[in-house]
């Protein structure tokens, strides 16, 4: 199955090797490549925008979605198609854009998906391909 996710170009999330979502927990997980004060500034900037409006309808956390009951620390974020992923961000995305996330595809086995309301699911990483950006 073809997951879409957003990530970041440069920050790799050290949990599970990966890059980066923007809803990425504590700053002790982040694996950042640029040291640049400037770009990290507007990194954070950016996710406290996103979180600021994250406590809606459409943005459960997976905790909150009934039908995902929660994420596991082997799993990740993602959406089960490109119009899900720019509806969920919308209004954020071309700040994220800026601060270096994209839009990324994953080939993940059927059987390492959960699917939840609002076209987010969680997937296993263990598995996932990357197979490349979204244009």
């Not at 920050?11 to 923007?22: Q, S």
């Not at 490109?82 to 993940?108: D, H, I, M, N």
């Amino acid at each position: 199955m073809i997951v879409y996710r957003l990530a970041h170009k440069e920050v790799i999330d050290k949990r599970v090797n990966m890059p980066c979502g923007p809803y990425a927990g504590s700053w002790y997980v982040m694996e950042w490549s640029d040291s640049d004060p400037k770009k990290l500034e507007q990194f954070m900037e950016a996710r406290e925008k996103l979180v600021s409006k994250s406590c809606t309808r459409i943005h459960l956390t997976p905790y909150a979605d009934r039908l995902l009951n929660n994420i596991q620390e082997w799993e990740v974020c993602g959406f089960a198609d490109p119009v899900s992923l720019r509806r969920w961000f919308k209004g954020c995305l071309r700040t994220l854009q800026a601060v270096g996330f994209e839009e990324q595809q994953y080939e993940v086995p059927e059987s390492e998906v959960r699917v939840g309301l609002n076209g987010q699911v969680v997937f296993a990483v263990l598995n996932a391909k990357r197979v490349r950006g979204i244009k």
